[in-house]
């Protein structure tokens, strides 16, 4: 049986918004070949993919599940591998463990067995319980110990401390080592085609498709997996200067300001049915940006849109010359309605925007704003656009009107409190529903982001959230 991975990074994403885009910008490997130096199955990461062995993590109960990539995050998020340069390897995968431990451990996450616990690690950042552990490891000079320590089982590798593998560690240090150091062969060539294009080799035509790809990016063409890569480097630059310390302090302060949010908009919702149409306009000041609720990635349908890059994986040769063929590159359409009746606040029309902002990483998009009446849908090519959409609405709600609204894209996607009658005719729509009113359409999917679905996601009592600030 597999394991759920879009339930926990949707758990994750609640529990730890300060790690949001890292949480759903990674990828998730599952595979045999994950296993510490005995061979025993384990989890582990390379700063870019998160890989777990089946057999270790559906032998867990669902809260360590939780705390088993919770920790291969934070080792991604707070920069943990790249920091160990120049580290003796051993006693820094035994800091960042104890560190993370400690603070996941308060958060009310269960260990699994074997994980490093150090008891006043909750103190440290990790470079401070390094030089701890390392003036008691130079200080521990006694004879008897470290012949004690020769005649004991041996003990584990350098890169196999605690429950998880930090064996991709030195692998990944070296792969960044060889992203940034330029390639004396091809900024000599750049520039400079050779004349006999018949006596191109295979490694200039690679050449050549990869410089395409850089000249696109500098247009802005940039592609899913470079925007992917593009989030978590800049959020884990912004989360890795804080500190653990600090780090753990805020999420919590940002959970309980999103938690709050969502209370306060749940808390003014009205039930919104009618008939009537206010056509007013209402201006949403500071719309922001804020981690996604939902896994688009993966929500979202992709198809195939066109011939758009040179492709060299079944390239042709003949005479010397490589012939490239056409790749398909996948995309996707997506429409999305935003309820704007009276019964949704501000607080809700902000986090619909929000989201659309999420949406446009994984799509192409237009966004339109119904009552009882549809007002269009809106291009949006970039967050800018989405800033200033006009919120038009105010009435009642006729999702009848919604649904007949799409045309035919890829995706459907409604935002909205639920608060009127259902239509009729079957829509394979994504409705994403701001509240605890619970709806049956006729077709599609439901998901509700609610207090008390968050509440549960996270583990803990939404009144501890409110006590918060009482604690230390």
Not at 201 to 206: E, G, P, R
Request: hydrophobic fraction near 30%.
């Amino acid at each position: 049986m597999s394991v759920d991975i879009n339930k926990i990074k949707s758990k994750l994403l609640v529990q730890y918004p300060i790690f949001g885009s890292i949480t759903a910008n990674l990828n998730y490997v599952e595979t045999m070949d994950c296993v510490d130096d005995y061979g025993n199955p384990t989890a582990g990461t390379d700063a870019e993919t998160i890989f777990y062995h089946p057999d270790f993590i559906n032998n867990l109960s669902e809260s360590e599940q939780v705390f088993v990539f919770a920790h291969e995050v934070c080792h991604v998020a707070l920069n943990h591998i790249y920091r160990s340069e120049g580290k003796d390897k051993e006693t820094w995968n035994k800091a960042t463990d104890a560190v993370i431990n400690a603070f996941l451990k308060n958060d009310g996450l269960t260990l699994v067995d074997n994980v490093v616990e150090i008891s006043d690690a909750l103190n440290y950042d990790s470079e401070e319980l390094y030089q701890r552990l390392l003036e008691k490891r130079e200080n521990k000079n006694d004879e008897n110990s470290l012949s004690k320590n020769r005649n004991s089982t041996p003990e584990k590798g350098n890169n196999c401390v605690g429950h998880d593998s930090h064996s991709m560690w030195d692998k990944a240090i070296e792969k960044q080592k060889q992203k940034n150091q330029p390639d004396d062969n091809n900024l000599k060539e750049k520039g400079e085609p050779k004349q006999q294009s018949s006596n191109r080799s295979f490694l200039d035509k690679v050449f050549r498709k990869n410089q395409r790809k850089e000249d696109s990016k500098e247009n802005g063409q940039v592609s899913l997996q470079d925007e992917r890569e593009k989030k978590i480097k800049e959020q884990v630059q912004k989360v890795a200067e804080l500190g653990e310390k600090k780090v753990f302090k805020q999420n919590k302060v940002e959970r309980k300001k999103q938690l709050e949010e969502l209370r306060n908009a749940l808390a003014k919702q009205s039930v919104g049915v009618g008939i009537s149409t206010n056509s007013s306009v209402r201006n949403i000041d500071e719309i922001g940006v804020a981690d996604s609720f939902v896994d688009w990635t993966t929500l979202l349908s992709k198809t195939v849109k066109g011939l758009e890059d040179w492709s060299f994986q079944n390239a042709s040769i003949e005479y010397g010359v490589v012939t490239p063929h056409l790749e398909e590159i996948e995309s996707s359409e997506t429409e999305i309605l935003l309820d704007t009746s009276g019964s949704i606040s501000e607080v809700l029309l902000r986090n619909f925007l929000r989201e659309c902002k999420n949406i446009l990483q994984n799509s192409k998009m237009k966004v339109g704003c119904f009552d009882t009446v549809f007002y269009g849908f809106y291009e949006v090519r970039d967050n800018s656009d989405i800033d200033n959409i006009p919120l038009v609405g105010g009435g009642g709600t006729d999702f009848t009107v919604a649904v007949n609204s799409f045309t035919k894209a890829d995706n459907k996607i409604i935002f909205t409190d639920g608060y009127a009658s259902m239509p009729t005719q079957y829509l394979n729509a994504i409705w994403i529903v701001f509240g605890n009113h619970k709806i049956s359409p006729p077709g599609g999917r439901v998901i509700y982001i609610g207090k008390e679905q968050l509440s549960k996601l996270c583990n803990f009592v939404y009144k501890e959230v409110q006590d918060f600030g009482k604690r230390k």
